[in-house]
């Protein structure tokens, strides 16, 4: 981080943040290779006391809001070690945030407890079979019977599927698109993992069959559901940015190490200027996007919806350098950035997704786009 300064109250996050990468570093090779929790990572995560980041200090938190600048550190350190990590981390804000801003008394007072202490795993069901960037098209919904809600429906590539506690569930109704909160171990619940993926992920597909739930179980008004996830994503895009950071940086230190050390034609590779270009390419994309990234997070700390834009172009530039970086890096290793399960080979499959996720690069580009004809006179 030597072109960024933060304040000194985040000294201890960052502490904290690196011990934890020393602890996960001899389990994340297998942590890294697994569809399901690894129950070593998820024990560490909940010792150290991170999770607590994502919850208000009135549900036992760490702070009296969410830190966006405090979780991007988080997810910076931990995926530079070990994605799975990262991923519970995340998933504990992303499945939650939803509960702290739109939910009731007695929803928060629930679940945010637990999702502090980690003794209870976060989901966030939005995707469908037909709906993946247009949430507008779900099929999923939920009908009034008796004063009850009943819930039916498909949702498909979802996180900690199987694994989480509960799920913030996106449907549609009369009213719009609503948030439910429905507790995993309700009748007609059903999960099944999901294809797996080129860097392994505990993911799954959920099917609601007429559960049912109360009229309580809603998040927010009805037919506002939108506007949570939308602050929702306003948040933590800027994280995935943070990861992508985390993992452009281990990949060139990586490289460079490996470019400093091997000598070919008599001097090391370093010294050799298509290799320089590459590693000095790779730390102007890192540094770069690593100061858009926490510009983006302090932005969010006061208004995260009226700065989804910025959040966009944090993730946009984040995702597409780490690409860029770790392409790069495997290129000055040569075979060795080929080795199966060596660092910088699941750098390389880990990158590639970040690009799909929360809002895929071209879908993203479309909502900048517009924002910037609406900025320019």
């Known amino acids: 981080m030597a072109f960024l300064q933060l304040d000194h109250r985040y000294d201890d996050i960052i502490e904290r943040a690196r011990k934890v990468t020393t602890q996960l570093s001899p389990l994340s090779v297998t942590a890294d290779n697994s569809n399901s929790i690894d129950e070593g990572v998820a024990e560490i995560l909940r010792d150290s006391g991170l999770m607590s980041l994502m919850v208000p200090a009135s549900h036992g938190g760490s702070d009296l809001a969410l830190d966006p600048v405090a979780i991007c550190l988080v997810r910076e350190a931990l995926m530079g070690e070990c994605s799975h990590a990262d991923s519970l981390f995340a998933l504990q804000g992303i499945g939650s945030f939803a509960i702290t801003h739109g939910g009731s008394a007695d929803q928060q007072e629930q679940w945010l407890p637990q999702v502090g202490a980690g003794t209870a795993l976060a989901g966030l069901a939005l995707t469908e079979p037909v709906a993946g960037s247009d949430l507008k098209s779900i099929t999923t919904n939920v009908t009034t019977k008796g004063g009850d809600l009943v819930l039916n429906g498909h949702k498909s590539f979802i996180s900690n599927a199987g694994a989480a506690a509960f799920y913030t569930t996106l449907v549609k109704e009369d009213a719009g698109l609503s948030l439910v909160l429905v507790p995993a171990d309700l009748d007609g619940i059903t999960t099944t993992p999901s294809p797996e993926l080129i860097a392994p992920h505990v993911l799954g597909d959920v099917v609601f069959d007429n559960v049912v739930l109360p009229e309580s179980a809603r998040l927010g008004e009805p037919g506002r559901g939108l506007n949570l996830v939308l602050s929702t994503l306003a948040t933590f895009r ?44 790779s730390w102007a994309d890192l540094e770069s996007t690593r100061l858009l990234t926490y510009r983006a997070a302090e932005l969010a700390q006061h208004d995260p919806l009226e700065h989804i834009d910025h959040s966009s172009l944090a993730k946009l530039a984040a995702t597409e350098a780490c690409c860029r970086i770790v392409d790069r890096c495997v290129q000055v290793m040569g075979r060795w950035g080929l080795i199966r399960d060596s660092r910088i080979e699941r750098c390389y499959r880990q990158a590639r997704p970040m690009r799909i996720y929360e809002g895929a690069s071209e879908v993203l580009r479309l909502g900048i786009s517009r924002r910037l004809s609406q900025e320019v006179d």
């Open 238 to 281: 800027i994280s995935v940015a943070a990861a992508s950071v985390g993992l452009g940086q281990t990949a060139l230190n990586e490289a460079t190490r490996h470019a400093r050390e091997r000598t070919q034609f008599g001097r090391p590779l370093n010294r050799l200027g298509p290799v320089a270009g590459l590693l000095a390419d």
